[in-house]
């Protein structure tokens, strides 16, 4: 399913582009470009199958339960489609009070019809089908773990009366109507996201105006990888929203034309993922000191959503490699133009000397203390407190499943001795290459340089210390010096501990640093001084 849109630009010219079901596109503009009048042109076309989210006016709750029929409900969502199509929707809203209520009827109908369903198929002695329906997370369970990633400390439930209420950090419950206006947008656009029909084209309307950009950045990124079945335009002021979302397209509106009240065509570009945005709009919209974290890898991978949690109120931002890491950085800091900016980077250990590891930290680059961010994921400890979590949830013996996963990982690390040593060897090797490069002293004097490598000395001793790691069965010393990544271990470990697919226990391990604040402080150790060094900015 696609969404073909026609934009007018100068007489006779026009922008035509298509939206595809799992595409993101971002309308970035300052204040009076056009951005409202262009969501109401594209709502227009498709409003039959779009929903529309106002994220920028000012929601609030009457009620934090049912107020309406199921068929009230149905006339009231008819209504506000209707009335959106009038041009005065782009200014005013006649449905201020309607729109959370209906928010709100879905997120406890979905709650209600997942427990129906579960119910049903246990009267039925059905038990396969109610643990099948058990294993789709509920909506209020996706809600907490979203905003707990997109770092506001709520969590929302439903009460015996079918209210939904909040607590903040483990505090006595309370009425949704006392959320911060940040806190209600953010569980509004969250719950009309996750409770929306499949094929959707989502507009959410400068969800910024209420939000930090720490808190709808990734907010956003989570629902776009949510709600992978729908489409999804976000019209914004901040540049940094695309910038975090690289797989998004980004529509780029300097200016509009008005005949009366409304907008005949606009000054836009298209803007590919590689084109720069302009520094002029950049000024325009970025008038705040942010603070930066450059990591290697991308949106998707295993470092991201973890350093969000490591380090919340960053932005934290993907890079391919770590030479794209200290490009940014050094960019960025060295730069008189954008002195707003604080950035960090971060990159993994990769067996790293202690001398490139301190080069790195004086230009604003920290290495991992441990060898890669698998390292952290299947850290013994984190192994341990996953264990201990999912054993409460499926039976068992949690201890026993440690003791198997150690023993399975060591005994596929054996079979790899070799690969290991080898692979660990080659950063030393390359380490002492180009330290015996000539410099610009030498080269000047013609002298004569020999470099000279013992490369079967290097994987030896490697071997060594992998077999030594291995006798005496320390597995945390191997995750932690050793790419295991790149041998079965890490798919040994997630099968001893019952868990189907390495992606199931990576997000565990996500759900226990949301839960559980002492294991958060544990895995913020292994980053050394970097947690101090932001918090001092």
């Known amino acids: 399913m696609s969404f073909d849109l026609t934009i007018p630009q100068a007489v006779g010219k026009q922008i035509n582009l298509t939206i595809n079901i799992g595409e993101n596109l971002f309308l970035l503009g300052a204040n009076g470009t056009g951005k409202s009048s262009l969501m109401q042109l594209i709502y227009n076309r498709y409003h039959q199958s779009t929903l529309r989210i106002s994220a920028h006016r000012q929601n609030w709750f009457s009620f934090n339960g049912l107020t309406l029929s199921s068929l009230q409900k149905q006339q009231v969502e008819s209504s506000i489609r209707d009335g959106d199509i009038n041009l005065e929707s782009r200014w005013r809203d006649n449905f201020p009070e309607h729109r959370p209520n209906i928010a709100i009827y879905d997120l406890i109908e979905a709650e209600n019809t997942r427990a ?31 905003l707990r990633l997109s770092n506001i400390p709520i969590n929302i439930d439903i009460d015996q009366s079918n209210n939904i209420i909040a607590s903040r950090n483990g505090s006595a419950p309370y009425s949704i109507a006392e959320l911060s206006d940040g806190e209600r947008n953010a569980l509004l656009i969250a719950a009309n996201v996750l409770n929306a029909k499949s094929g959707t084209l989502i507009l959410i309307d400068e969800p910024e105006r209420h939000l930090h950009r720490s808190i709808i950045s990734p907010l956003l990124t989570l629902l ?9 335009i976000v019209s914004t002021h901040d540049v940094m929203l695309p910038l975090d979302n690289l797989t998004a397209r980004t529509l780029l509106i300097r200016s509009c034309t008005y005949t009366g009240s409304s907008v005949t065509h606009w000054d836009v570009d298209l803007v590919s993922l590689e084109t720069k945005i302009d520094d002029d709009l950049r000024r325009d919209i970025l008038g705040s000191r942010r603070k930066l974290l450059f990591i290697e890898g991308t949106n998707q991978s295993l470092d991201k959503p973890l350093y969000s949690l490591v380090f919340p109120n960053v ?15 050094s960019s960025l800091r060295g730069s008189n133009e954008f002195h707003w900016l604080h950035a960090f980077g971060i990159v993994d250990n990769d067996g790293r000397t202690e001398k490139d590891i301190h080069r790195l930290k004086e230009n604003g680059i920290y290495a991992l203390s441990v060898y890669s961010v698998e390292s952290i994921y299947y850290h013994p400890h984190i192994q341990y407190l996953v264990a201990q979590r999912y054993a ?14 150690k023993a399975a990982a060591l005994e596929s690390i054996r079979l790899h001795v070799q690969r290991l040593s080898e692979r660990s060897a080659e950063k030393a090797l390359r380490e002492d290459l180009f330290r015996h490069l000539p410099g610009k002293k030498e080269i000047c004097a013609g ?10 000395k290097s994987v030896r001793q490697e071997r060594e210390k992998l077999q030594n790691a291995l006798n005496a069965c320390d597995l945390e010393k191997i995750i932690s010096q050793h790419p295991i990544r790149e041998t079965p271990a890490l798919e040994k470990i ?4 019952r868990f189907q697919k390495r992606k199931d226990y990576e997000e565990a ?12 402080v544990f895995v913020r150790s292994l980053f050394g001084a970097l947690t101090s060094d932001i918090e001092a900015i």
């Not at 932005?315 to 950085?329: F, G, M, P």
């Not at 002298?447 to 079967?456: G, K, R, W």
């Open 116 to 146: 129906r369903s579960i119910a049903s198929a246990v009267d039925a002695s059905n038990i396969e089908l109610a643990q099948t329906y058990a294993k789709k997370d509920a909506p209020i369970k996706i809600i907490n773990e979203l």
């Open 494 to 497: 997630v099968e001893a501990l």
């Open 509 to 520: 391990v996500l759900k226990l640093l949301i839960d559980d604040a002492e294991a958060l």
């Open 224 to 232: 776009f990888s949510k709600r992978k079945d729908c489409a999804f």
């Open 392 to 405: 409460g949830v499926i039976g068992g013996d949690a201890d026993e499943r440690i003791v198997n996963a």
């Open 315 to 329: 932005s934290v931002i993907a890079k391919s490699n770590c030479r794209d890491v200290e490009h940014a950085v």
């Open 447 to 456: 002298e004569f340089i020999e470099i000279s490598l013992d490369v079967a």
